[in-house]
Each structure stands twice: as C-alpha cells, then as structure tokens.
C-alpha cells in the first residue's frame, strides 16, 4: 500500500513539472502540486493504474450481530507472501465455527483482528504466487483451507497458504471441493487418528455410530466409515437420542458432531473398549475425560480438534475424485445473497455443505 501511494504522489509530481499549471491542491499534505483541468483528464488513465485495485467482500466489523452483522464492502485485492497463493475464488463453504467466531465464543485468539472477511473452506483458481512457492503456478484449480486468524473466504479473492492448498483435478467441482477441508478432515482425523479405524478394509472390522449424521461432518463421516466397509448407525438432530438408547451395547466409536448428548446417552452403548469421539468440546466433555481418565475406565471419551494437514485434505480429494466421497450440498447462495447462506448454518439443520459462489 505505501509503495502504491508512494508511486502516486510521484507520478503526479512528475506530471506537474512536465505540464503548465493554473491551480493548486495539496494531497495529505504530502506534495503541493498545481494543475489545469485539462492535465486533470488526461491523468485518469495514470491514477486508475496506480490506484490500488478493488474486490467485493462481506466482512463483520464487531462480534455479534449473526446474519445482519454481516457488511458488503470493496476491499484492496489480497498480495501474497513469499508462501502464499492468490486465488480467484469459485466457492466457498461455511462451518459452524465460522458464526460461532463472529459470536465471539474464541475471543480474543480469532478473529484475528477486526473487520473480519469470515470462512476459511475454499475451491478457485491460482492467479498470482508468490516467489518461494513451488508447487503451485498461475491457472491451477485448487482446494484450500485458508489461515484462521485472517480468513478471507467470502470475497472474490484470496490469499491462501501453500502449506495448505492441494490440487483440484476436474472430476471434483469447485463446490465438492470447498465443502472438503474443515468438515472433512474432522470427520476422517475422528475415525482415524482418534478412533484407529482403518478405512481400506484391512483393519479389523468395527461398529460405528455417528450423530448428526446428516450435518458437514456427519455425512462425510458416514460415508468414510462405510468406506472400510464397518457396520455404521446414523443418527440425525435431537428427535434420535432414542433411537441411541435403544442400540445395543456393541459401539466400537461414537463420532459425535451434535452438541447436548451427554457422555451418559453413549456410555451403556459402548463396547469394553469403545470411545466416544467428541468434536463439539465443551466443559462436561472435558470434566467426563478427567474423570474416565481418574477411574482408569477403558470407555473414553476423546475430545477431538481438528488438524489442518494438507496430505489429509489430498485424500479427501481423491476419494471424491475417484466416487468413493460424495460432498452432499445443503444449498448454494450468490455472495450477494450470503446473509440467506449465514442464517441457515446459524440454524443448525443443514444437510450436507452450505456452499457460496462468488
Ligand atoms: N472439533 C473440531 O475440530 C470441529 C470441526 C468441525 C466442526 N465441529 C463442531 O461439530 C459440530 C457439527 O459441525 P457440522 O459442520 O457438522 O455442523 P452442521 O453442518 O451445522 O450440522 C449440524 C447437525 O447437527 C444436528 N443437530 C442440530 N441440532 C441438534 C440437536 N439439538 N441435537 C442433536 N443434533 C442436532 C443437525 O441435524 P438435524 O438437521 O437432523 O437436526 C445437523 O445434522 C458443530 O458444533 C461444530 O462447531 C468441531
């Protein structure tokens, strides 16, 4: 921005000297300049090139506020860093967090700083790279989960990681693609890293139930189980918790992605050894963890973070490449229309991916 300015004032004063001058003005004080209206006309061309250039993006400028706290702006267009990737955006898909961030619930850590361009799930095309980027060039379609502090999602473009942006081949639509990273990576890190379920058919063959099973995470942990062909119960919304008690107590892995199931819905449902994978940390998770850990109990319950990894979001990719992974969308809205898209992941009943479309 200060070499843009930079530039423009010394154009300006450059300008100047090589015209003949009736008026003057000062430009925040930075140069005293004179001008004829008709220099004035033939400098747009110059100004419009130097100008910093602007893209549409809807940002929140306080916490709170849901769907109306939500502002339509034009924004200077992102400039990577040496590791960064620009990309022209083609989709983008909204997570719980991405509301509950706006609410205020992980202040002061995200957002980073305020205004704040949400949503961090994103599918589009490389446009610009910066200079230490190698896996990357102009032109590839790619899918990216973008850095927490800064987002950047609902916007024309956007600055992503190359640590964390893989290859979109052209069997995966932009919008399949954007559904993938946040939502994704929970529900394969909760079946494999934190349940130890083998989803090539090799492991030992287990009984899984998921919850909110027809939500983001849910309805890829579903099919995802299913891959390494277990025995998979799915439950859907609060009307199911029933159905849970009427299970038999043969669980291997609870996925558990609704919020307000207690430990004690699951715990009579798990086998000896079987764990209650809970992505939807809250303090009686925690306190139920402590606990099981104190009593030595072999059920546990294993609260579960997701971790960004780019060799996992590869997968995920290539599953839906070959038809094995399906992302199943809610719905898609225009960026001019997000509020409809924000308010109904705010609602909480969405099947499968709430997808925007720049
Ligand atoms: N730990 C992590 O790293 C991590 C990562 C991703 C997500 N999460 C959290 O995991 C949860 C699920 O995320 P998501 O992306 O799947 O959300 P989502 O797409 O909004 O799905 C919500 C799901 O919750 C169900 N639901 C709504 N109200 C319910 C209730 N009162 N009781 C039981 N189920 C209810 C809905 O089913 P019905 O429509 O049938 O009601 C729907 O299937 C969120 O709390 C999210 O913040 C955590």
Redesign the pocket.
């Known amino acids: 921005m200060y070499d843009l300015e930079y530039n423009f004032y010394s154009i300006i004063v450059l300008w100047r000297v090589l015209n003949s001058a009736s008026h003057s003005i000062t430009i925040d004080g930075a140069a005293k300049i004179s001008f004829s209206p008709l220099s004035l006309i033939s400098l747009s061309p110059i100004m419009a090139a130097v100008a910093p250039k602007l893209m549409h993006a809807v940002q929140y400028n306080c916490y709170g506020g849901g769907a109306s706290g939500l502002k339509h702006v034009e924004v200077p267009f992102p400039t990577p860093k040496k590791d960064e990737v620009v990309l022209k955006l083609e989709a983008a898909s909204l997570?719980?967090?991405d509301w509950?961030i706006q609410k205020g619930i992980l202040w002061p850590v995200f957002p980073g700083k305020l205004p704040h361009i949400p949503v961090n799930d994103v599918s589009g095309e490389v446009i610009e790279a910066g200079q230490g980027v190698k896996k990357f060039k102009e032109g590839e379609k790619v899918v990216a989960l973008l850095n927490y502090f800064n987002g950047g999602g609902l916007a024309e473009y956007a600055v992503a990681s190359e640590r964390l942006t893989v290859a979109r081949p052209p069997e995966v639509s932009a919008a399949e693609g954007a559904g993938l990273p946040?939502?994704g990576l929970?529900a394969l890190q909760a079946l494999t890293q934190a349940a130890n379920i083998k989803l090539d058919g090799t492991g030992e063959l287990k009984n899984i139930l998921v919850?909110?099973?027809?939500?983001?995470?849910?309805h890829y942990a579903v099919q995802l189980a299913k891959l390494g062909n277990n025995h998979v119960t799915a439950t859907?919304?609060?009307r199911n918790i029933d159905l849970v008690k009427s299970l038999g107590a043969d669980e291997d892995a609870v996925i558990h992605?609704?919020?307000?199931?207690p430990w004690s819905s699951f715990e009579p449902n798990l086998s000896a050894e079987g764990k209650v994978i809970d992505?939807?940390?809250g303090p009686s998770a925690l306190l139920t963890l402590v606990l099981n850990t104190l009593t030595f109990s072999k059920k546990q319950l294993v609260p579960?973070?997701?971790n960004p990894k780019a060799e996992n979001l590869e997968y995920l990719v290539k599953l839906v490449k070959e038809g094995k992974l399906k992302t199943v969308i809610d719905s898609r809205h225009a960026l001019a229309n997000v509020e409809d898209a924000w308010g109904k992941?705010i609602d909480?009943?969405?099947?499968g991916?709430i997808i925007v479309e720049p």
Not at 348 to 351: E, F, T, V, Y
């Open positions: 997570n719980p967090s509950k946040i939502a929970t919850t909110a099973a027809s939500g983001g995470v849910g859907c919304g609060a992605c609704a919020t307000g199931t992505i939807t940390i579960l973070l997701m992941s909480g009943h969405a099947i991916k």
